[in-house]
């Protein structure tokens, strides 16, 4: 299996940036899809899930409003949307695929760097 991230770069706070992540090696429509995200010095956070079918999604409260997780079942990728980035967004982005609808995340993607800067 491999989950593969793209789409990280350096950004202006109050703009946009748009994260992929290709996934092969899995029935990726079986699969809950996530993208979690770690700060230099702080633990790994949850950000966004979305359901097998991209019909149910979560969001942490910090990002609420601004990120949005999608996912095409037909290209085996799942999306994150980012707008109104702020600079407490800095951090390594990870997708991440789980089987079951519960419990942790069964494969990892190996991240990518998204900076904000003010």
């Known amino acids: 299996v491999q989950l593969q991230a793209s789409g990280g770069g350096l950004v202006q706070a109050g703009g946009s940036l748009r994260l992929s992540c290709a996934a092969s090696g899995l029935t990726f429509s079986s699969y809950v899809m996530g993208w979690f995200r770690q700060a230099p010095g702080k633990d790994r956070e949850s950000v966004a899930t979305?359901?097998?079918?991209?019909?149910?999604?979560s969001y942490t409260d910090s990002v609420k409003g601004r990120f949005t997780i999608s996912r095409d079942n037909t290209q085996n990728t799942v999306y994150l949307q980012m707008n109104s980035l702020k600079p407490e967004d800095t951090a390594v982005y990870y997708c991440a695929a789980r089987r079951l609808g519960y419990g942790g995340f069964d494969y990892w993607g190996q991240g990518t760097q998204v900076t904000v800067s003010s």
């Open positions: 979305i359901a097998r079918s991209g019909g149910g999604t």
